[in-house]
């Protein structure tokens, strides 16, 4: 994915495990890892400690039941389930990174495919998972109430969306608001050294609640687009 400045690999691996042996950890389902080409302060720790910080966030978000349907990964209940673990590589960094990751996770969730499978009990009671060999008969995940993040910069009296790394420089405080399509903010979070006031707040969640509407709809209507296509989509990219 490329948007204005920053560049980035999304890619999503599947696979499954039984519910009690999945470890809930930013780590254990989110890997950013940077390559030293985007930007200079992602040589040596740089680089780990902004993923960390990407990957916390991002979970905070993901981890609930409302973001993605959980029942949907279930092949049995409480004996096996599907895993989800996300793969993020920052090839360029041009500012704005949370909402153009977020925005690359739902679009990698959009086009994921899982493979259906079917419990077999037997006559003694043990229990067999069978895999389709039909590569086409898969399930597909919703993606209608994945958020995304719209972040706000505080610059002056004033705040501004999709900023730059220049804009980003300028302020001292910013605000990561996470909505869904109908405008549900999610969760916020405030980043930065700077203060914000009760007033400023107020006007970034509003401005980050249209904003987000806006982006879902836009997003969808992409997506939808280029499904479309078919074998007839142009192949763009790095892969392409």
């Known amino acids: 994915m490329k948007a204005t400045w920053s560049s980035l690999l999304t890619g999503l ?4 495990a039984r519910p009690r042996e999945v470890f809930h950890s930013p780590e254990s389902s989110l890997l950013l890892p940077s390559s030293a080409n985007a930007t200079p302060e992602f040589e040596g720790r740089g680089g780990d400690d902004l993923g960390t910080e990407i990957a916390n966030t991002l979970y905070r978000i993901f981890n609930n039941k409302s ?24 090839l360029e960094c041009g500012g704005n990174l949370f909402d153009t990751i977020c925005i690359a996770v739902k679009a990698a969730l959009f ?11 037997d006559e003694e009671g043990s229990k067999d998972i069978e895999l389709s060999d ?3 008969d898969c ?10 993040i719209v972040t706000l910069c505080k610059i002056g009296y004033r705040h501004v969306v999709d900023a730059t790394l220049q804009e980003e420089a300028c302020s ?9 399509s109908k405008g549900v ?21 509003e401005t980050g ?3 987000g509407k806006v982006l879902h709809a836009s997003l969808q209507s992409v997506l939808h687009k280029e499904e479309s296509l078919g074998p007839k989509r142009q192949k763009v990219g790095f892969l392409g």
Request: with cysteine; hydrophobic share 40%; net charge positive.
């Open 13 to 16: 691996l599947t696979s499954w």
């Open 134 to 136: 039909d590569p086409y």
């Open 185 to 205: 903010v999610t969760c916020m979070r405030k980043v930065g050294k700077g203060s914000l006031d009760p007033e400023s707040i107020f006007e970034m969640m």
């Open 67 to 90: 973001s993605v349907d959980l029942k949907s990964l279930c092949i049995s209940p409480r004996e096996h389930c599907w895993i989800l673990y996300v793969d993020v590589l920052l």
């Open 139 to 148: 399930i597909r995940l919703s993606v209608e109430n994945v958020p995304c």
């Open 172 to 180: 001292l405080a910013s605000l990561l608001v996470s909505v869904t």
């Open 209 to 211: 609640k249209r904003v």
């Open 111 to 121: 086009n994921t495919r899982i493979p259906r499978v079917r419990v077999l009990e």
